[in-house]
């Protein structure tokens, strides 16, 4: 028999390499230019049926090895996430051609706590069951606990990188992290159409160095360029590790997609014996067509009160939200993203430290209403971290940056809000569109960070109108035109073919009830009679 999926491993052909009776008798690939002109272009002027059976014995084949190696519920969530129909392929006799496999390599490298899970239900039954490239030593410790949360860190790490290390040998396309700009995938026509594939590869590469970042430049990274690349809830994104070297990890156990401009996802930490703390993100603007309700944050941006129908659209899930995952106290916001965060950070008692970056700024009545509750007796104390770039023309706009005129002590210090505040320096070549998105700490784009600001000089930079007045102006007095010229060719487009974002409209949560984990969609219309906690 002859697949044609580019290389395959030793592994998988000396597992699958007879089968009689079904006429298989040997594994090799079909990647040499001979074999693709006499494929594609002889058999598109006459296709033996010998093809068509073949093509179904190598697909019966490969999903057989699959299904035994990684379970039928783990394969069929990999097939899911990137539209493959191992089914349907075989039943038409298409070819399971090396992007096909390419794909199914990538989800299975990218672990999710569902497959923990799957793995822990497989511990507790016969000896057969247990697959032969999980370590056994894992068994026992998978055994003595109902849930993935349950286990400790070290061994979850151990958990994890098995599930990731199963190989198939096959030629994926190396990413280079170089080359990712911000949010923006490595690939021009990914600009125009969604590329799960691409995306989930882009993210990879990104995290690979999380567990050797700080805690600021963890989630730098993840807000200006994993979150762009959309996750699902249940998705594992390693994080700093512990002081005392253990690797952690964060999951995603909540994400809201308003619709409007609000994008927003909550991670949890996966184990309980860690020092990690919730944290939720806020995405920016993403200018991109492909990117999930990129239009929508475009519209928000040029509204005259920056943000403000994106943070109102995200209200509704509020309640929901804390409800089923408890009080977030680490909120992170980039851009867009960043102003969302701010307006909630106004009245939300639940935030006790905030990472803002780039962030343009919200109304002086907002401002008001912060400093106000902060100089109230009974409330706690607020850790600012706020990061700006020199020429960054983008964050420059609205009135005002969350810490403006922040309440001071007698002696004129930060009292109850306290800031953090860094500058960075970016290259004299580097464009102010990257300054905005680039992360220091991973990127040499920059090269300096000016720190050590007085109380004034904190308060002249906070207030946006006083850098780029003439931005600021054109933005209000033109926007909203633009805005409206925006929505409804969106509003438009959706009505005429449907969108991503409709099918995701709502608050995804992903939490565990009596022991098991759950995941649950629900959409605007839903929320008022749901229940979430049983």
Same mark, same amino acid.
């Given at each position: 028999?002859?697949?044609?999926?580019?290389?395959?491993?030793?592994?998988?052909?000396?597992?699958?390499?007879?089968?009689?009776?079904?006429?298989?008798?040997?594994?090799?690939?079909?990647?040499?230019?001979?074999?693709?002109?006499?494929?594609?272009?002889?058999?598109?002027?006459?296709?033996?049926?010998?093809?068509?059976?073949?093509?179904?014995?190598?697909?019966?084949?490969?999903?057989?090895?699959?299904?035994?190696?990684?379970?039928?519920?783990?394969?069929?969530?990999?097939?899911?996430?990137?539209?493959?129909?191992?089914?349907?392929?075989?039943?038409?006799?298409?070819?399971?051609?090396?992007?096909?496999?390419?794909?199914?390599?990538?989800?299975?490298?990218?672990?999710?706590?569902?497959?923990?899970?799957?793995?822990?239900?497989?511990?507790?039954?016969?000896?057969?069951?247990?697959?032969?490239?999980?370590?056994?030593?894992?068994?026992?410790?998978?055994?003595?606990?109902?849930?993935?949360?349950?286990?400790?860190?070290?061994?979850?790490?151990?958990?994890?990188?098995?599930?990731?290390?199963?190989?198939?040998?096959?030629?994926?396309?190396?990413?280079?992290?170089?080359?990712?700009?911000?949010?923006?995938?490595?690939?021009?026509?990914?600009?125009?159409?969604?590329?799960?594939?691409?995306?989930?590869?882009?993210?990879?590469?990104?995290?690979?160095?999380?567990?050797?970042?700080?805690?600021?430049?963890?989630?730098?990274?993840?807000?200006?360029?994993?979150?762009?690349?959309?996750?699902?809830?249940?998705?594992?994104?390693?994080?700093?590790?512990?002081?005392?070297?253990?690797?952690?990890?964060?999951?995603?156990?909540?994400?809201?997609?308003?619709?409007?401009?609000?994008?927003?996802?909550?991670?949890?930490?996966?184990?309980?014996?860690?020092?990690?703390?919730?944290?939720?993100?806020?995405?920016?603007?993403?200018?991109?067509?492909?990117?999930?309700?990129?239009?929508?944050?475009?519209?928000?941006?040029?509204?005259?009160?920056?943000?403000?129908?994106?943070?109102?659209?995200?209200?509704?899930? $509020?309640?929901?939200?804390?409800?089923? /995952?408890?009080?977030?106290?680490?909120?992170?916001?980039? #851009? *867009? =993203?960043?102003? !969302? &965060?701010?307006?909630?950070?106004?009245?939300?008692?639940?935030?006790?430290?905030?990472?803002?970056?780039?962030?343009?700024?919200?109304?002086?009545?907002?401002?008001?209403?912060?400093?106000?509750?902060?100089?109230?007796?009974?409330?706690?104390?607020?850790?600012?971290?706020?990061?700006?770039?020199?020429?960054?023309?983008?964050?420059?706009?609205?009135?005002?940056?969350?810490?403006?005129?922040?309440?001071?002590?007698?002696?004129?210090?930060?009292?109850?809000?306290?800031?953090?505040?860094?500058?960075?320096?970016?290259?004299?070549?580097?464009?102010?569109?990257?300054?905005?998105?680039?992360?220091?700490?991973?990127?040499?784009?920059?090269?300096?960070?000016?720190?050590?600001?007085?109380?004034?000089?904190?308060? $002249?930079?906070?207030?946006?109108?006083? /850098?780029?007045?003439?931005?600021?102006?054109?933005?209000? #007095? *033109? =926007?909203?035109? !633009? &805005?409206?010229?925006?929505?409804?060719?969106?509003?438009?487009?959706?009505?005429?073919?449907?969108?991503?974002?409709?099918?995701?409209?709502?608050?995804?949560?992903?939490?565990?009830?009596?022991?098991?984990?759950?995941?649950?969609?629900?959409?605007?219309?839903?929320?008022?009679?749901?229940?979430?906690?049983?």
């Amino acid at each position: 028999m002859e697949l044609n999926l580019g290389r395959l491993g030793h592994s998988l052909s000396d597992r699958l390499v007879v089968d009689r009776e079904g006429g298989i008798n040997t594994l090799h690939a079909s990647d040499s230019c001979w074999a693709w002109f006499i494929r594609l272009i002889i058999s598109w002027i006459w296709s033996p049926s010998g093809y068509s059976d073949e093509n179904r014995r190598a697909v019966a084949c490969v999903k057989t090895y699959l299904i035994d190696q990684l379970g039928a519920e783990r394969l069929q969530r990999i097939c899911s996430r990137y539209d493959i129909n191992l089914t349907r392929m075989q039943e038409k006799g298409s070819p399971l051609l090396s992007r096909d496999l390419a794909k199914i390599i990538t989800g299975i490298h990218d672990v999710k706590i569902e497959d923990i899970e799957d793995l822990i239900d497989t511990a507790k039954r016969g000896e057969d069951a247990w697959p032969e490239w999980i370590p056994e030593h894992l068994r026992a410790p998978l055994r003595d606990v109902d849930y993935a949360q349950q286990l400790d860190s070290a061994t979850f790490a151990q958990v994890y990188h098995a599930l990731a290390d199963f190989r198939i040998e096959h030629t994926v396309k190396e990413i280079d992290e170089d080359s990712i700009s911000g949010g923006a995938p490595t690939e021009s026509m990914a600009c125009f159409w969604h590329d799960a594939f691409l995306a989930d590869r882009e993210r990879m590469v990104l995290m690979e160095e999380n567990s050797n970042d700080d805690f600021e430049s963890f989630v730098h990274n993840a807000i200006a360029r994993i979150i762009p690349r959309e996750m699902d809830v249940g998705m594992l994104i390693p994080a700093p590790n512990h002081p005392d070297g253990r690797e952690q990890f964060y999951r995603v156990s909540g994400k809201v997609i308003s619709g409007k401009g609000m994008v927003s996802y909550v991670l949890l930490p996966a184990t309980e014996d860690t020092h990690l703390q919730p944290v939720r993100f806020y995405r920016g603007t993403m200018a991109r067509p492909s990117a999930i309700d990129s239009s929508s944050t475009l519209i928000t941006d040029l509204e005259r009160n920056l943000g403000e129908t994106a943070f109102q659209s995200g209200k509704i899930y $509020e309640p929901y939200l804390k409800a089923a /995952l408890g009080p977030i106290p680490v909120v992170v916001g980039h #851009s *867009l =993203g960043s102003t !969302i &965060a701010q307006k909630d950070a106004v009245h939300n008692t639940d935030i006790k430290e905030m990472y803002l970056f780039n962030g343009p700024g919200i109304t002086k009545k907002e401002i008001d209403e912060f400093n106000q509750r902060m100089a109230q007796a009974e409330s706690e104390n607020i850790l600012l971290h706020i990061r700006d770039s020199h020429t960054d023309h983008y964050s420059a706009v609205g009135q005002a940056h969350l810490g403006y005129n922040a309440p001071l002590d007698e002696e004129g210090d930060y009292d109850k809000v306290v800031i953090d505040y860094r500058k960075y320096y970016p290259t004299r070549n580097t464009p102010p569109s990257y300054a905005h998105v680039q992360v220091p700490h991973r990127e040499n784009r920059f090269h300096g960070i000016e720190g050590g600001h007085t109380a004034a000089q904190v308060n $002249e930079l906070l207030h946006r109108s006083d /850098l780029e007045a003439s931005n600021e102006c054109c933005r209000v #007095s *033109l =926007g909203p035109i !633009i &805005a409206k010229i925006i929505e409804l060719i969106r509003d438009f487009f959706r009505w005429l073919f449907g969108s991503r974002t409709y099918e995701q409209l709502g608050l995804h949560i992903g939490m565990y009830e009596r022991g098991k984990w759950r995941v649950k969609h629900f959409r605007p219309e839903d929320l008022p009679y749901s229940n979430l906690v049983n």
